[in-house]
């Protein structure tokens, strides 16, 4: 079954620093996302991207992060410059279509900041 | 608005129970509602939803109800095994958008 995958599973950076996390989503989807976990909290909307533009996001969404589609299979979240409150478990999801399509969820990349 | 508030936190049953994680919601705009389940060490799947035009819905053992009047849904889990344990999120969305809001999660454990 195609699943979505994520690399690295974990990231240890030094505030500051920039950081990429990568995804590969499944490979006939239109629709990426980056949701975001920090530790003991609910999972939290970052981003959604479709047709190569951000299609919505969130107020945590600010100036420090971005996000491309920069082949036919990658999608990648970057941290400008990284805070300790941005350690967290950060996962993409691919879909098909928007609304109430399945989101299919990646692993995930634990991201410490120290 | 946006919150989806979910309870309990944890719930530890025997083998053979019906754990019901519930799930409140405040903005009337949501019209989907999915059901997630986490492993340690994987991304959220999905596992069941709803949309508000029914009050019930049956997946195997896992059961969505869904009371629009009170803006409140809740999963039950029939015939619980120790498999079961994991990690499970409320979530609801507009069919408009494409955000996910989540509820906080609730940590099942499954008795042998």
């Known amino acids: 079954e195609p699943e979505v995958t994520q690399t690295p599973s974990h990231q240890v950076t030094q505030m500051g620093q920039e950081v990429i996390l990568r995804c590969v989503p499944i490979s006939n989807h239109l629709y990426f996302y980056w949701y975001r976990q920090i530790l003991g909290q609910k999972v939290e909307f970052l981003v959604s991207f479709y047709n190569n533009e951000i299609s919505e996001k969130s107020e945590i969404f600010d100036d420090q992060f971005s996000v491309e589609r920069p082949d036919g299979s990658n999608f990648t979240l970057k941290i400008r410059s990284t805070k300790l409150e941005d350690s967290a478990m950060y996962f993409c999801a691919s879909s098909q279509g928007s609304g109430t399509d399945t989101q299919y969820f990646g692993p995930g990349t634990r991201l410490t900041v120290l | 608005q946006q919150q989806v508030k979910q309870s309990p936190q944890s719930l530890i049953v025997q083998k053979g129970g019906i754990p019901i994680i519930n799930c409140a919601y405040e903005?009337?705009?949501?019209?989907?509602f999915p059901w997630y389940q986490q492993f340690p060490g994987k991304g959220p799947a999905l596992l069941i939803a709803i949309r508000p035009d029914v009050s019930e819905k049956k997946e195997g053992r896992f059961t969505i109800s869904f009371n629009k009047s009170a803006k409140q849904f809740s999963l039950h889990i029939m015939d619980s095994q120790p498999g079961d344990s994991a990690t499970y999120f409320c979530a609801a969305s507009m069919t408009s958008g494409s955000r996910l809001t989540f509820g906080e999660g609730t940590q099942l454990t499954v008795n042998p």
């Open positions: 903005n009337t705009a949501f019209d989907y």
